[in-house]
């Protein structure tokens, strides 16, 4: 974009005008009484002069800066003359000491901001075509050269930045597009830069605020998107990182890689130090009752703050899911036996799973399928299942095998149980 709009602009190369085209020092700034005679008389002897005269005028106008060191008008005419003598450096110098104690002359501003741009300084250009622009607003043809400097000021910071970014000066690449910023705060990509510089150094706070403005100023992207969720992921916001991953989703804009980093980042927060128990209800073959109850508590939390009914169990004292089952047990998604056991480490069948499964997404009152019945071979109209499996079926929790049977009877391994638990998850956000 940078590049677009630098060929867009033109700039016409620095050339001295006919003296009689110059603009008189004396009528920007206005020269004292008692010395406006010998003023006169020199700017009148350096309009006339050709060249062969010039030596002597630079000497006469050394001894009025000698007598009146603040004689700015003076050395104005002096800097006049080293330019038509091609002494740029003399000149640049001269008019840098007008500077001094007159910030806002013009015709000074005018010509060092034209050789800064000459020597490709465009920032010290850029700001001092935007102070001639400050001092003498006549001026409408500054603003294209004031704009081309500032697009090559900042194109220059951005090569710099990225050659330092390169030679692992990243303090200084930073500093650098902060720069950049300060010329053009509006434009995207420098956010988006900063950003990906800001995430490099684990300084995630402010990567996230520049990926959300170059957001903001360029639009949306998959891949900016992606780095905002996964520098939420990394912060440990994965409500926030799961959000935008799910909208990537349906858009198409799936990423495996970060769907398995925040995957085990929310592992990691559910199960902290016991993730290794997690682990292995993941691989067992047959999941058990107080495995379940374990699932549920961690990935919906919310359950423990449900009206909960006081239960006797008999069995549970030295269970490792003790808690779990308490709270399970006590708001009603599993069922004590009649003996008042618990039994933890009696498997689950897939009845019993669909049917705490269904209890699970009313309470976290998930919209139940408008479709018909699906129909099951093996659970009718007139099984006491039959409306937890259509549940779990239609809100797809769980599936029927190739024959189209539910097999009520069978177990459920813990892979099946945690897809299930996390697509009731989803489904309940």
């Known amino acids: 974009m940078l590049n677009i709009l630098i060929a867009a602009l033109l700039f016409q190369p620095f050339s001295m005008p006919p003296r009689t085209a110059l603009e008189n020092p004396a009528t ?15 700017w009148n002897r350096f309009l006339k002069a050709r060249g062969k005269d010039d030596e002597k005028i630079l000497k006469d106008a050394g001894k009025l800066l000698q007598k009146n ?4 008008q003076v050395l104005m005419i ?7 003598s091609n ?3 003399e000149a640049e110098a001269k008019l840098e000491k007008v500077l001094g104690p007159d910030p806002k002359n013009k015709i000074a501003l005018s010509y060092l901001a034209d050789f800064a741009f000459a020597r490709e300084d465009y920032s010290r250009s850029s700001d001092l075509y935007s102070r001639l622009m400050e001092s003498d607003p006549t001026r409408t043809d500054v603003e294209t050269r004031r704009q081309k400097a500032l697009l090559l000021a900042t194109e220059d910071l951005i090569r710099s930045a990225s050659r330092a970014e390169m030679e692992n000066r990243l303090a200084q690449a930073e ?27 684990k300084k995630y706070d402010p990567a996230l ?17 992606r780095r905002i969720a ?15 991953l799910e909208s990537l989703k349906k858009a198409g804009g799936a990423d495996a890689a970060l769907e398995a980093k925040l995957s085990e980042l929310e592992d990691i927060g559910r199960w902290g130090q016991d993730l290794s128990t997690f682990r292995k209800i993941q691989a067992e073959p047959e999941l058990t009752r107080a495995e379940l109850s374990a699932l549920i508590v961690r990935y919906f939390p919310q359950v ?32 004590l036996l009649p003996n008042h056991t618990f039994q933890p480490s009696e498997p689950v069948t897939r009845g019993e799973f669909a049917k705490i499964l269904a209890r699970l997404s009313r309470l976290l009152r998930v919209p139940a399928p408008a479709a018909p019945p699906i129909p099951t071979a093996d659970v009718g109209s007139s099984n006491a299942l039959y409306r937890d499996v259509q549940l779990v079926l239609g809100i797809g929790l769980m599936n029927l095998d190739d024959s189209g049977s539910f097999n009520i009877n069978d177990r459920v391994p813990g892979e099946n149980a945690v897809r299930s638990i996390e697509k009731l998850l989803e489904l309940s956000r």
């Open 209 to 225: 605020s520049e990926f959300r403005k170059a957001r903001d100023l360029g639009g949306a992207s998959d891949d900016l998107d």
């Open 304 to 335: 423990s703050d449900f009206r909960r009914t006081p239960a006797v169990m008999t069995d549970i004292q030295d269970s490792w899911a003790r808690a779990e089952i308490q709270t399970v047990v006590g708001i009603g998604l599993i069922e």
């Open 175 to 201: 500093s650098l597009y902060q720069h950049a910023l300060q010329i053009a705060p509006k434009e995207p990509s420098l956010h988006d830069r900063l950003g990906d510089l800001y995430a490099r150094q």
């Open 78 to 84: 002096s800097a006049y003359i080293d330019l038509y």
């Open 230 to 244: 996964e520098v939420l992921a990394t912060q440990g916001k994965t409500d926030e990182a799961r959000a935008i």
């Open 87 to 89: 002494r740029v450096p």
């Open 69 to 72: 060191p603040g004689f700015s």
């Open 28 to 42: 920007v700034t206005p020269v004292p009484k008692k010395l406006a005679k010998d003023y006169d008389k020199l």
